[in-house]
């Protein structure tokens, strides 16, 4: 298999001319890159997906939501609509995008829209909602007609950036030196307990430039939940014979791990990132789950696959599964979170200080 993806490598390198070429315009201005007196929080990677960035926006929109406006900006992959899009009570993942539908339900409080975009969406959102103090910019690293004031660019500790390759021999979206453009870098899914040589051996290996902060952050899951009965959370302590686990994510790998604490046994029906799911599907997932000869079984999926099952052409017949979901969380080590927290609640104080 490596042998034959050798054949791959001159198509990256095309890919690389043409993304370096890219960069390179924005870099001699020639083509815009517009920068605005609100504060801009970019997340995003080099990589293509599977980083944690959706947890990650929630981590900064659980730090900020207390005392300043929150605006989410993505650009709603895998929607039906297209252009500037302010979510509402009527929106679902077939509208808005999945990961914008999760802020919603997750978050009343704040404004989530979509924009492919993005200069637009930002220009609607300061329109439609002059209130707003912060906006955070969802999986736009490579969006470069927006300059955002603070970048965060995350990676998986499973899989570095600097231990990559641009697609389609590997994952990068664009050379390793675009993570010059990073204020931030966090690395992203790393274990619970990280050796402080461990970290020092990322460090090193990465290179961050002497602006740039490198931080380390890990995965916490919270309880399950019913999908259809919200007040239904299932104790932490329970064991089953048998967990059914249906994703459509880049790497359900750390769910996989945590998942075979609470079974005997896992089966994992995986489908593609941000897949859409079909009637066919549902009839599958249906199969699989009746095949299974125990009743100590449950059928799980993700957060973001939950917001694809309330599709209204699938939720008469997704409902008459038992459905539950278990929801993710970041954590960042020892003195991390303080660093963290301190770089985002200082930009957006002092930008909206200038305003």
């Not at 461990?198 to 990465?206: A, L, P």
């Not at 593609?272 to 059928?299: G, M, V």
């Not at 696959?305 to 459905?323: G, T, V, W, Y």
Request: proline share 5%; hydrophobic share 35%; glycine share 4%.
């Amino acid at each position: 298999m490596e042998f034959l993806r050798l054949f791959l490598l001159p198509f990256s390198l095309l890919y690389g001319l043409a993304t370096r070429f890219r960069n390179l315009l924005f870099d001699l201005k020639i083509l815009p890159s517009t920068t605005y007196k609100m504060p801009i929080i970019s997340v995003g990677n080099l990589s293509a997906g599977g980083t944690g960035k959706t947890p990650h926006v929630e981590y900064l929109i659980n730090l900020l939501n207390t005392s300043y406006k929150v605006s989410t900006l993505s650009r709603g992959y895998g929607r039906r609509t297209s252009g500037f899009k302010l979510a509402n009570s009527d929106d679902h993942a077939s509208t808005i995008g999945d990961e914008p539908a999760q802020f919603y339900n997750k978050f009343p409080l704040i404004t989530v829209a979509v924009d492919e975009k993005r200069r637009n969406g930002i220009d609607k959102l300061q329109n439609y909602h002059p209130e707003t103090d912060v906006i955070i910019l969802d999986d736009a690293f490579q969006h470069r007609y927006v300059k955002p004031g603070l970048s965060i660019l995350l990676t998986d500790y499973h899989k570095l950036f600097s231990n990559d390759y641009l697609l389609p021999y590997g994952t990068l979206r664009e050379a390793r030196s675009g993570m010059k453009r990073a204020d931030v870098i966090v690395i992203s899914k790393t274990p619970i307990v990280l050796s402080p040589i461990e970290r020092k051996s990322i460090i090193d290996g990465i290179k961050p430039l002497t602006y740039q902060k490198v931080l380390f952050s890990f995965v916490k899951y919270g309880a399950i939940r019913s999908l259809w009965k919200k007040e239904e959370v299932i104790d932490t302590d329970c064991h089953y014979g048998i967990i059914l686990l249906v994703a459509g994510i880049a790497n359900p790998y750390p769910l996989e791990y945590e998942l075979r604490s609470k079974c005997h046994e896992l089966i994992t029906m995986h489908f593609n990132d941000h897949h859409k799911y079909t009637p066919e599907d549902i009839n599958q997932i249906k199969q699989n789950y009746s095949d299974i000869y125990t009743r100590n079984k449950l059928l799980v999926t993700t957060e973001k696959d939950a917001m694809r099952m309330l599709d209204p052409s699938i939720i008469d017949n997704a409902s008459q599964l038992p459905f539950y979901y278990i929801p993710m969380e970041i954590e960042f080590h020892e003195r991390d979170k303080q660093i963290f927290d301190k770089i985002i609640l200082n930009y957006v104080r002092q930008d909206k200080r200038k305003r």
